[in-house]
């Protein structure tokens, strides 16, 4: 081997490898304080073995390692339907000021109430956002603000003696986690069809709008990144036959500034916080599921939501619960630091700021689905929103599948974008850019993807093996997923 393939396998290696006996990260000076007994002398575990290295390797070791990880502030990362948008650090400047990271959250009221104006406000700015007005900021996620969604939905049609209202009807378009959260709130989905246009089949909207009706969950613009024209109207519908309609709002990105759930006939709709204002989707991370109600929901609210009292004193504020509230949705008041981030996004864009990033969201989808469109078959041959969806159809017949070429792509340092999604388009490749992606970031990604899609036509091979330059290559996908081995174990 050369010295340079030395070194370049050295940033593969464990600290294991590494390793030389004697070596030592650590040189203390000799004591000069008389020595101690061990108060347990059993924490002291000699039979464990451990890296002999130096400090300097220590720290090229985990330099290295953070160097391959792959984020949205050192890559485009174009994961439809999931906004991975770039999020000023002033976010998470603001959220570990000590007053907000410091506090707890059973700490008496009139302690927090710094915390707690913000909450408040926060509250207010999703509720101007949506044009509902009332809402929770308590649930952690957008799968967990579809439950308690749902859950009142269910409370509201028992509360009127209509229990036996069980149907939950759900475009064959949806998130996976409409369906799964339906089901949990103790519901019968009905899948309806997309018809040629992309969008929901107003058709088997009136079709299936009967007594058994308990609502209708939709995702607008919809996971093809298509606006629904006839939006109002299926509202109207549903809200005839005595159902309400849920707004799963993982694509508010798109409308921010421009259209609010509540003025298009919506009951309920949640915010993903964690997507659309900061802290990007993805990695385990904290989230925040906020829900935001039409008059008739309001009193089912999650608990808590915080209210402003006026007094001699001023404005003070405290937790409240609805009088038919569906409970909390977990210990604490929501992810109180993915709150703060979003609260200091909302403030230093402003009402003009949200509605700029939502325009530029849309036409810099729209510019890649122009400048590609010769390479890649569009799923819906419509003006898009904040996504656009393609589909490898046409490479599909060569031989290539949409998975070769998102492998390939990570070559060019591209992350992947969302595949095989939505089910209803073949080969499906969604594309997000967002808004905070410059000119220049999306023609080096027009680029990449042009090259690839003349890759299947030359060498269809390099598809097939790749990714070729990341540490470890293709990978068996279904044995990763259900055999994964991630323990290390000592040589």
């Known amino acids: 081997m050369t010295t340079d393939g030395v070194f370049a396998q050295r940033g593969h290696h464990s600290l294991w490898d590494i390793s030389a006996p004697g070596r030592s990260g650590v040189q203390l000076p000799d004591s000069d304080v008389p020595e101690q007994p061990m108060p347990n002398a059993s924490l002291l575990r000699e039979e464990l073995r451990l890296p002999e290295v130096s400090e300097l390797d220590v720290v090229r070791h985990y330099t290295r390692l953070a160097q391959k990880n792959f984020s949205v502030d050192t890559n485009f990362y174009p994961l439809g339907s999931c906004t991975m948008k770039y999020n000023p650090k002033i976010n998470d400047m603001v959220a570990s000021q000590p007053g907000f990271s410091g506090i707890h959250p059973l700490q008496p009221e009139e302690t927090v109430q710094g915390a707690l104006e913000l909450m408040y406000r926060l509250q207010r700015d999703l509720q101007s956002i949506t044009g509902m007005p009332a809402g929770s900021l308590a649930p952690l996620a957008g799968a967990h603000g579809e439950l308690a969604g749902v859950l009142m939905i ?3 049609h028992e509360a009127r003696g209509e229990p036996h209202r069980k149907v939950m009807l759900i475009p064959d378009s949806a998130h996976g986690t409409n369906p799964a959260s339906a089901s949990m709130g103790g519901f019968e989905v009905v899948t309806l069809p997309s018809d040629i246009n992309g969008i929901l089949d107003i058709a088997a909207v009136e079709a299936a709008a009967n007594d058994r009706l308990a609502g209708l969950m939709i995702t607008i613009p919809n996971t093809l990144g298509l606006f629904n024209p006839n939006i109002a109207h299926i509202c109207e519908i549903v809200h005839s036959a005595g159902g309400l309609v849920y707004g799963d709002g993982a ?3 798109a409308l921010l500034g421009r259209a609010r759930p509540y003025d298009l006939g919506f009951d309920v709709v949640h915010l993903n916080l964690h997507k659309t204002t900061s802290t990007p989707h993805g990695g385990g991370g904290p989230g925040a599921g906020p829900v935001c109600v039409g008059e008739r929901l309001a009193r ?16 003070q504020y405290r937790f409240a619960t609805p009088t038919n509230s569906i409970g909390a949705m977990s210990a604490g008041h929501g992810n109180f630091g993915v709150l703060v981030r979003a ?3 909302l403030r230093a864009l402003g009402a003009d700021g949200l509605r700029q990033a939502s325009g530029d969201a849309v036409l810099n989808a729209n510019y890649l689905r122009r400048k590609l469109e010769h390479a890649y078959r569009v799923a819906v041959d419509r003006t898009c929103m904040h996504e656009v969806v393609f589909t490898g159809r046409s490479q599909r017949e060569k031989g290539v599948k949409a998975l070769d070429i998102s492998k390939r792509m ?5 992350h992947p974008p969302t595949m095989y999604f939505p089910l209803i388009v073949e080969e499906a490749l969604m594309v ?3 808004e905070t992606e410059s000119k220049e970031t999306l023609d080096a990604f027009i680029e990449v993807m042009t090259t690839i899609a003349r890759e299947v036509d030359e060498s269809p091979e390099l598809l097939h093996e790749a990714p070729h330059v ?5 990978l068996d996908e279904a044995r990763a997923a259900r055999q994964p081995d991630l323990r290390w174990q000592a040589p």
């Open 343 to 345: 609260y200091t996004y």
């Open 154 to 156: 269910k409370a509201y």
């Open 410 to 414: 990570i070559d060019y340092g591209v």
């Open 251 to 253: 694509n508010m990105n």
């Open 300 to 315: 089912y609210l999650p608990s808590p939501v915080v209210e402003m009292v006026e007094d001699t004193e001023g404005a």
């Open 470 to 474: 990341t540490p470890v290559g293709r």
């Open 432 to 434: 997000e850019p967002t």
